[in-house]
C-alpha cells in the first residue's frame, strides 16, 4: 500500500497537522506498514494491530512527549514507534544493533518507560503523574494496559493507590479480552459483562476503587476514540477508559487465530499465512519436552498437577491442559500467586510443577524464599526460557536465574544438558523430594532428536563425566555443554569434560578430583557470570586452595541487548569460537 500519509509523519507534530477526516487512512497505512514488515521480520503483531486506531488517537489528541504515555507491556507499541520518528528505522525492530521490540528510554523521548514485563504501566504512570503534581508540572500521564495485564497483582496494587491518589493518572484499559493466550479470572468474565457505564445491577470495580470509569468504547472507531480523549484530557484525578479492540485486526488471519498471531514468525504479508516450515525431523522444543513429559508422568501419578502463569502456550502446558483440564491450571499473568499457589499444593501432599520462564519467575523471588524454601516445600520450578532469548532482548533474557536462586537455602537447581536429561530430572523431581526444584532450559530446540528413552532416577547433585583429557577441564551447565562436546569432538582435543547438572548441591567430589589434576578449569554457561557456576567454582577453588586457574566464560555484568541468540552467545564469548581460542591458548 502507497504510504502516501505515513511517509510525512516523522512526529507526532505531523500527524496533528492532518484534518481529522484524514486518520482513517493514516490507520490502513500504518497497519499495512507494521504487516509488512513484521511479516518479513517476526515479532509481536497481533498487540500491534489492534491498537492501531487507538495510538493515532493518543498521539493526535494528547501533547506528546510532554503528555506521556506508557505502555504496558509494550509488545503492542509498534504503531508508536513509528508514529515517533522510528518509521524508517523499524525494519531493524529487534534486530542486532536495530531498534528493540518494546519501549525504551534510551532510544526515544516518546518511550517514557521501558517495559517487557507486564503490569508495570499504571505504577510508572502514577508515579509520573505524582512527581508532575510536587512539581508543579501541567501534563497528563497515560497508562495503556491490556485486559490480561491488568488482572496481575501490581496492576491492582497500582490501582488501589491510584484512587485514592488524587493524581491526574488515565488508565487506559485495552480490552481484547485475550492475553497470548485467552485470558482467564474472574475479572475477564466481569469484563466481558460491563456493556456500558457502570455495569447494571452491581457497583463498577473500577467506580469501587474511585477511579473516574468510562465506556466501554469500540477502540477501532476513531473518531468516538479522539472525542473521548479529547474529553479526558480536559479532565483531571484518577480515571480510566475502557476500550474495546479486537487483537489482530485488519489480517484475517491474526484476528481468527489471536494466540497464534501473538507472534507468528514469518507469514505472507498478502494472504496473512504463516510461512510452513517441517519441523518434524527436527529435536524437539524443550517446551515441548516438558509438556509431554509432564502428561506421561501425571498420568503416573495422580498427585502431580501443573501451573502456569499466563503461558501455556509457550511453556507447552496448554498439552496438559488439554489432555488432563483438571490437573493443569493457567492463573494468569500471577508469577506471584502461581509459586504461593504451588506450595498451598505441596503442604496437602501434591507435586506441583509450576512453569515460569525464567525472566518472569524474578517477580515471584520473595515468594520462592519465603513460602517455598524456608518452608523446604518441593514444589517442582520448571524455568523454560533460561539464557539468553535473542530477540526480545534485556527484558526477557533468563540469564539471572542461576545466580538469584544459589544464594537461597534448602532449593536444588538443575540444568539438563538436553532433552534426555531433562525428562530424567522431571521424573526425578517426580518421585518426591524433601526440597524444591528448580530446573532451568532455554528457548528452542535441543539435539537429540529421539528423546523419548525410558525414564532414570537421578542422583541429586551428581554430575556426569563426558570426556578425559589433561591439564584443561571445562565444566558445563546446561545444553551449552553440547556445544563442548561438540568442539572437544571436532578439534579431538584432549581435554576433561564435565556436565555439572546440578548447581546446588554441587558436586564438590568431582570438583575435588578436578581441582587436584587440571592446571586450568573453565567454566561455562548460558547465565550471568556474577554468582552463577563460575563463582561457585571459583569460591570452591579458593577455598580448596587450587593452585591452577579458573576461567569464566558466561554472560557479562551487564545487560545484553536484543539480537539473534547466536550473535548474542558471541557476545558473551559462550560460543564455539571463544571457547576453542581459549583452548588453544592454555593447551
Ligand atoms: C510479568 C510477565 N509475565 C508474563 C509475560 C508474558 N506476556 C507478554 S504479553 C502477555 C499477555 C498480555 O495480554 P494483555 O495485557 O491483554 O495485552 P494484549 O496482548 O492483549 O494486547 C503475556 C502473558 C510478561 N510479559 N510479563
Ligand atoms: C511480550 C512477551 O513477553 C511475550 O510475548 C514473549 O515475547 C514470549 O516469548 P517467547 O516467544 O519466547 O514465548
Ligand atoms: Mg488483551
Known sequence: MAQKLLSNINSPAHLKQLPEEDLARVAQELRAFIIDIVAAKEGHLGASLGVVELTIALHYVFNTPDDQLVWDVGHQAYGHKILTGRRDVFHTNRDLGGISGFPKRSESVYDTFGTGHSSTSISAALGMAMASALKKEDRKHIAIVGDASIASGMAFEALNHAGVSGADVLVILNDNAIGIDP???????????????????????????????????????????????????????????????????????????????????????????????????????????????????????????????????????????????????????????????AAGMVTQGLVPFCNVYSTFLQRAYDQVIHDVALQKLPVVFCLDRAGIVGKDGATHHGVFDLAYLNCIPDIIIAAPMDAVEMRDMMFTASQGLDLPIAIRYPRGRGKIVDWQQPFTLMEIGSSRLLHEGKKIAVISIGPIGTLIQGVIKEEQLSVTHLDIRFLKPIDTRALELIFENYDHIITIEDGTVVGGLGSVVGDLAFAKAYQGKVHKLGVPDSFMEHGPTADLHKIAGIDKGTVLKLIKELL
Not at 484476528?255 to 514468525?265: F, K, L, S, T
Not at 501451573?307 to 511453556?315: D, F, K, L, V
Not at 498439552?319 to 493443569?328: K, Q, T, V, Y
Open 183 to 341: 485470558s482467564v479470572g474472574a475479572l475477564k468474565e466481569y469484563l466481558t459483562k460491563t456493556k456500558s457505564g457502570k455495569e447494571t445491577g452491581s457497583d463498577n470495580i473500577f467506580e469501587s476503587l474511585h477511579l473516574d470509569y468510562s465506556g466501554p468504547i469500540d477502540g477501532h472507531d476513531l473518531p468516538l476514540l479522539i472525542k473521548e480523549l479529547k474529553r479526558q484530557k480536559s479532565l483531571k484525578g484518577p480515571r480510566l477508559l475502557h476500550v474495546r479492540t479486537v487483537k489482530g485486526k485488519g489480517l484475517k488471519q491474526a484476528e481468527i487465530d489471536q494466540v497464534r498471531y501473538h507472534a507468528p514468525g514469518k507469514f505472507d504479508k498478502i494472504t496473512g499465512e504463516i510461512t510452513p516450515s517441517d519441523t518434524s525431523k527436527l529435536p524437539p522444543k524443550f517446551q515441548d519436552v516438558f509438556g509431554l513429559t509432564i502428561v506421561e508422568l501425571a498420568k503416573q501419578n495422580d498427585r502431580i498437577v501443573g501451573i502456569t502463569p499466563a503461558m501455556p502456550t509457550g511453556s507447552s502446558m496448554k498439552i496438559m491442559m488439554e489432555e488432563l483440564p483438571d490437573r493443569a491450571f493457567d492463573v494468569g499473568i500471577a508469577e506471584q500467586h502461581a509459586v504461593t499457589l
